[in-house]
């Protein structure tokens, strides 16, 4: 189940839970990725905060309205997570630093099965100017440029790409980073995956407030076959509504009955991220 959905998960959490830290709020996020040369993907998610309580819910894919898909949710501040899905009844359960670590060793292991080698990363920050005002917030404009080369070959078919990603972020500098973010990206630059927790740290010491939108473009050029590709991908924060606790559904945060994440889901998962890459 957790296959497909670490994206999702990263993107989301590092950008919507960096928010004002309020009794309780709400709000609204816009995400769009566009392929290269595909029809845009988009969705719409929900989250609500209360305390040490999170909880984020896709309410929209493409236009169409969810009558219960996917969602995340914390009792504790984020120490701990549950992954599940309305409909189908099902969900997994974390201990957030341990689901990090265990991605990391994981990943060594995918690392071997796919021969991965990568080289000369480099996370720049290329530009910091004044940015317009969002949701009635003063924003810096910040432009980072991240650069890889990368290596691989699964079975008999072997790759060979360079990879440069610009992100374009505005921050609101006078917006408290949410608790919850903060256990997140301890857990992301903790993984034991040497490169990318150097790669996330160099990152994110480049963005010390709170994100309203990230726009990305990811450019991927192939080296044995000569050819590139593009796509872009955008969140934003699309509205901001502070709330009653007392108002809030109990239903909000009912802790629904899970089982832990199976190894054989997480090398899965591991496998996918690569593959995520590689493909």
């Given amino acids: ?49 209360a305390g040490d309580k999170g909880r984020i819910d896709i309410v929209e894919r493409n236009g169409r309205k969810e009558q219960g898909g996917l969602f995340l949710m914390t009792l504790d501040g ?21 689901y990090f670590r265990e991605m990391g060793r994981l990943l060594h292991k995918a690392k071997h099965w796919a021969n991965l080698e990568i080289t000369d990363v480099s996370v720049e920050k290329v530009m910091e100017k004044t940015g ?14 991240t650069t890889a080369g990368i290596k691989a070959s699964v079975l008999v078919k072997k790759h060979q790409f360079t990879l440069e990603i610009t992100d374009d972020i505005w921050l609101a500098p006078q917006l408290e980073i949410h608790p919850i973010e903060r256990q997140w990206i301890n857990a992301q630059t903790n993984t034991g995956f040497k490169q990318l927790d150097q790669m996330m740290d160099a990152w994110n010491m480049q963005l010390p407030a709170t994100i309203l939108k990230w726009e990305a473009v990811i450019r991927k050029k192939d080296l ?33 009955k899970c089982q832990k994440v199976s190894r054989k889901e997480m090398e899965k998962t591991a496998k996918d991220m690569l593959q995520d890459i590689i493909k």
């Fill in 1 to 49: 189940m957790l296959s497909g959905v670490n994206k999702w998960i990263a993107a989301v959490l590092f950008l919507i839970l960096s928010m004002p830290v309020y009794a309780a709020s709400r709000y609204t996020v816009f995400t769009e990725v566009v392929p290269d040369g595909k029809k845009p993907i988009s969705k719409v998610t929900v989250v609500t905060l």
């Fill in 78 to 98: 984020g120490k701990t997570a549950v992954l599940g899905h309305k409909q189908k009844a099902v969900c997994s359960q974390w201990e957030t630093q341990e």
């Fill in 132 to 145: 317009p005002e969002l949701l009635g917030y003063a924003t810096t404009h910040v432009r980072l440029v």
């Fill in 224 to 256: 044995l076959k000569e050819k590139a590709s593009t796509k872009t991908e955008k969140i934003e924060v699309t509205s901001i509504e502070n709330l009653d606790p007392s108002k809030i559904p109990d239903e909000t945060f009912l802790m629904p």
